[in-house]
């Protein structure tokens, strides 16, 4: 089965300063990998996703992501955090098992962008 | 409408009462898809839907659990019976078809079960 692993809890960061959020996976087949944020009370918003090609993708609000099959990892990136930027972050992945395209998502990783 | 949209989103129910949630996808969706999210944790998967057909519903705990798409674009989440432990948020996501393309998610149904 498909799964996605985020490792950490939660990441702290200075305003400015560059963020990562990790995020590892584990596929049988292509990898078809996405990134949500969810602020409170809030559902998932979609960010950016990895299909095929480049391998730095980018996203919605100044985010990346790269893509390292070698590493089987898909880290979320930022160049500048923003304050506003402090949300629950959520990798997914789409388990092609079933032939239903469901979305197995990780546990979710909160990030703290402090000013 | 512009996004999904769940109704309601807050629900208190008594424990043993029965209770219904229901989705209305972006228009032209084909798919929909189920999710349950305890506090603090990701999303889990509960069931989902190719236009009108229940094509996966093996996420749903238990069978006090029912959901349905009659016309292939309203969805109902239906919980008989409620238990404590079905406390939770309630996310309904749409998409078009295909393993490429992403979900978009609604606000989520918070259950808080009493």
């Known amino acids: 089965a498909q799964s996605v692993a985020q490792p950490e809890d939660q990441v702290n960061v200075a305003e400015g300063n560059p963020l990562t959020v990790k995020c590892t996976y584990s596929v049988s087949g292509n990898p078809y990998l996405f990134w949500y944020v969810q602020y409170p009370n809030r559902g998932l918003q979609f960010l950016l996703k990895?299909?095929?090609?480049?391998?730095l993708v980018k996203g919605s609000y100044g985010f990346e992501a790269e893509f390292n099959k070698s590493q089987t990892s898909f880290h979320l990136k930022k160049p500048s955090a923003l304050v506003s930027d402090s949300a629950l972050y959520f990798c997914?992945?789409?388990?092609?098992?079933?032939?239903?395209?469901?979305?197995?998502f990780g546990t979710g990783t909160r990030l703290l962008v402090s000013p | 409408g512009a996004g999904v949209s769940q109704s309601p989103r807050y629900k208190v129910a008594k424990r043993g009462q029965d209770v219904a949630l229901r989705c209305d996808p972006i228009?032209?969706?084909?798919?929909l898809f189920w999710y349950q999210q305890a506090l603090g944790q990701g999303p889990e998967f509960l069931t989902y839907f190719q236009n009108e057909a229940q094509l996966d519903k093996s996420g749903l705990p238990s069978d006090r659990f029912f959901a349905e798409r009659p016309e292939g674009s309203v969805s109902t989440l239906k919980i008989q019976r409620t238990q404590q432990e079905d406390s939770a948020v309630y996310l309904c996501?749409?998409?078009?078809?295909?393993?490429?393309?992403?979900?978009?998610f609604g606000q989520g149904t918070r259950l808080t079960v009493v």
């Open positions: 228009s032209g969706h084909v798919s």
């Open positions: 997914a992945v789409r388990d092609m098992g079933t032939g239903f395209q469901k979305l197995v």
């Open positions: 990895y299909i095929t090609g480049d391998n």
């Open positions: 996501a749409s998409s078009f078809q295909g393993e490429r393309t992403e979900a978009f």
